[in-house]
């Protein structure tokens, strides 16, 4: 087929409240976009959206991070550089949440899950796309990451577990990767209302925060601005 020549991202949890924002103004910005998550009626919901709205659409990728192995995420690999030839950017946006509670009283089964989405699953993504990111120029690995709970760990549990192991990759990659790259950020969106922000604090309401639309454009000009400041 026909490869596009256009910038190609892949935004993981990109049917969740910030992962479609970005996922829409990525395709607003003139790239290309694939949509990965394990909600695939949100995924066609959020295509259908766009294409009613006459908008560019993503490429969607229905995939559960938690129960995918590397063969599954190679089989991605195979078929993003199959079908686009190229990696611009990947971002880590996808988590998972549950509820506060003490670590000694999560179950085993929700630390796995928590575990495997927000720290297992990107490692293996990263390391299945790592090479047709190297072969792209410019390319950036972004990981999406939470300082609150890092500042305050008590009660986070498996995602703050898997928020300190984030930080600790992202550092390491981009020391490891270095010139050869891609581009390793970490970007902290600060609060936003979401699932995960419920879960947290049920009484949280969608007017104590920032639009999501203003928080996503925050996340996509610190991507361009530590890119801009690289390449100079």
């Excluded at 988590?95 to 000694?104: C, H, S």
């Excluded at 299945?128 to 500042?151: K, N, P, Y």
């Excluded at 419920?198 to 996509?220: H, M």
Aim: glycine share 8%.
């Amino acid at each position: 087929m026909t490869q596009s020549e256009k910038p190609l991202w892949l935004v993981t949890g990109a049917a969740g409240t910030l992962g479609a924002e970005l996922v829409r103004q990525l395709l607003a910005a003139g790239n290309d976009c694939i949509a990965l998550d394990k909600n695939e009626a949100a995924l066609n919901q959020l295509h259908d959206q766009l294409a009613e709205q006459g908008r560019p659409v993503p490429v969607l990728l229905p995939l559960d991070l938690a129960g995918a192995g590397p063969a599954d995420y190679e089989q991605v690999a195979s078929t993003v550089e199959a079908q686009f030839g190229r990696l611009d950017g990947l971002i880590h946006n996808a988590a998972a949440f549950v509820a506060l509670r003490p670590l000694a009283h999560q179950p085993a089964e929700e630390w796995m899950r928590i575990l495997q989405t927000g720290l297992t699953g990107p490692q293996l993504l990263s390391n299945a796309l790592l090479g047709l990111m190297q072969a792209t120029e410019g390319a950036r690995l972004v990981f999406i990451s939470d300082r609150h709970c890092l500042e305050r760990p008590g009660h986070w549990a498996a995602y703050g577990v898997a928020q300190a192991g984030r930080a600790w990759m992202a550092r390491t990659l981009a020391r490891e990767l270095g010139a050869a790259g891609p581009r390793v950020m970490e970007i902290d969106p600060g609060p936003f209302f979401s699932a995960l922000r419920s879960a947290a604090w049920p009484a949280a309401r969608p007017e104590e925060f920032d639009a999501i639309e203003q928080v996503a454009t925050r996340v996509l000009e610190q991507i361009n601005k530590e890119q801009d400041e690289h390449v100079h």
